[in-house]
């Protein structure tokens, strides 16, 4: 059964820090997605990786996949105050599956001036 | 497209109630998944339709819970005889699935947030 494991759980930043968050999983997975999620909102796609060494960008935030590894970055740079919300990271339940999806618990990063 | 959408949004009960959530799917999206959230967790997958079938449940899905998709097009998920640990966020999600040219993203809805008193 795949287990996922987010690090850290709780991010306190400065504004125009960077920073990375971890995600390990514990079986094999055919890809891996990131998800943002604001209080009392539903869930945002951030990310889709396919494939071992996948790098995805998208303003401040890129996120990587070492599939050997099992491991997922998302990777915070210079960071802002929009960018508070709680990240989570989510590879596929199994190789060839359908897609359900396998959350972390999450990591709740807050951005203080 | 307007994004995925599900009602009630708020849903208060009784013990020992039961209680019904819909889920419409972005149009032509043939994949349809639940999940359940409680506080301070992530979503937990619950159960996953393409079309009308249902082709996968978690353990999670106890023999209170059933969900349905009969023409392929909205969900509904219903809980009998609720108990207070029903108390959560539940979530649905569609996706258009895989294929050569894109990744089966899932698109999440606003969600129903269910209270059992």
């Known amino acids: 059964e795949l287990k996922v494991e987010q690090n850290p759980l709780f991010l306190s930043m400065q504004e125009g820090k960077n920073y990375t968050i971890y995600c390990n999983y514990s079986?094999?997975?055919?890809?891996l997605y990131w998800y943002r999620q604001d209080p009392g909102k539903s869930l945002e796609s951030l990310f889709v990786?396919?494939?071992?060494?996948a790098v995805k960008q998208e303003g401040r935030l890129m996120a990587s996949l070492d599939t050997k590894a099992r491991l997922s970055t998302l990777h915070i740079t210079a960071a802002v105050h929009d960018l508070s919300a709680t990240y989570f990271c989510?590879?596929?339940?199994?190789?060839?599956?359908?897609?359900?999806?396998?959350f972390g618990k999450g990591t709740k990063l807050s951005v203080k001036p | 497209d307007t994004g995925v959408s599900q009602n009630p949004r708020h849903k208060i009960t009784k013990r020992g109630q039961n209680v019904t959530f819909r889920c419409d799917p972005i149009?032509?999206?043939?994949?349809l998944y639940w999940y359940r959230q409680t506080l301070g967790q992530g979503p937990e997958f619950l159960t996953y339709?393409?079309?009308?079938?249902?082709?996968?449940k978690s353990r999670l899905l106890s023999d209170r819970f059933s969900a349905e998709r009969p023409k392929g097009s909205f969900s509904t998920l219903e809980i009998q005889r609720t108990e207070q640990g029903d108390s959560a966020m539940y979530l649905c999600?569609?996706?258009?699935?895989?294929?050569?040219?894109?990744?089966?993203?899932?698109?999440f809805g606003p969600g129903t947030r269910l209270t059992v008193l």
């Open positions: 990786l396919l494939s071992n060494g």
């Open positions: 999600a569609s996706s258009p699935g895989l294929t050569a040219l894109r990744a089966d993203t899932q698109y």
């Open positions: 079986t094999t997975s055919d890809r």
């Open positions: 989510a590879p596929t339940s199994k190789r060839g599956s359908q897609g359900n999806l396998i």
């Open positions: 339709f393409q079309n009308e079938a249902q082709l996968e």
């Open positions: 149009s032509e999206h043939n994949r």
